[in-house]
């Protein structure tokens, strides 16, 4: 299993944490059945922390008119609004949900140019809040497509998350399918769609990140 590099400094302090905790909690209770116990958690909790840094390789199906998911999860929005931050137009805000459990690697639903880039510091609402996307920590990507269209992705901090990483700046190309992101610990992606980009998910449908169509352009 690949392990992400967001990863690669956590996972030796969360074993050196819990070795410490379990060594003390182990002194201090001399009940075996607790001490087993307490042994199974830590081992259950570590695993969770490692799996939550997996970062898959497989290849990406590039198709220059679908817009693919750039995160595992639940669609949890599709409805039309007003996208007033840098397109300034209606959109269709589709949002993905991701639990602690989903693979968080974020990657780019269309190939083309980092056309705008902003990080806010917010609050920390639950990432399926009707305001987290306006009011929570968040960062807003806007992606030109070669055909012009322009396309944006908002990453979203959960009540968990308390770190949106990005790796691109403007200016940058990206493919479709590239690895650009990463949220830790629970979180949100909100993609804002034209108007006549034909949505192939339904609300509480599962997406996975480089392989599910969230919509085709026209």
Not at 23 to 50: E, K, N, S, T
Not at 109 to 135: C, M, N, Q, R
Request: aromatic share 10%.
């Amino acid at each position: 299993m690949n392990i992400h590099k967001e990863g690669k400094k956590i996972i030796p302090v969360a074993a050196l944490i819990l070795g410490l905790l379990y060594a003390l909690l182990y002194w201090l209770i001399p009940f075996q059945i607790v001490q087993i116990v307490l042994g199974v958690a830590a081992v259950i909790f570590f695993i969770l922390v490692v799996r939550f840094f997996r970062d898959p390789e497989f290849p990406v199906a590039k198709n220059p008119k679908q817009i693919i998911a750039p995160a595992d999860g639940k669609v949890v929005v599709i409805e039309e609004t007003e996208e007033s931050e840098y397109l300034k137009d209606r959109r269709i805000q589709v949002s993905i949900f991701m639990s602690p459990l989903n693979v968080h690697v974020n990657r780019s639903p269309v190939a083309g140019e980092i056309s705008y880039f902003k990080y806010h510091p917010g609050k920390f609402l639950v990432a399926w809040h009707p305001k987290s996307s306006t009011d929570n920590e968040r960062t807003s990507i806007g992606l030109k497509l070669p055909s012009g269209v322009e396309i944006m992705m908002r990453q979203v901090a959960g009540a968990v998350a308390r770190r949106i990483c990005f790796y691109s700046k403007t200016g940058d190309t990206v493919e479709q399918g590239d690895k650009f992101g990463f949220i830790r610990f629970g979180s949100r992606i909100d993609l804002y769609l034209p108007l006549d980009a034909d949505i192939k998910v339904d609300l509480n449908e599962i997406s996975y990140g480089g392989k599910t169509i969230i919509a085709e352009l026209p």
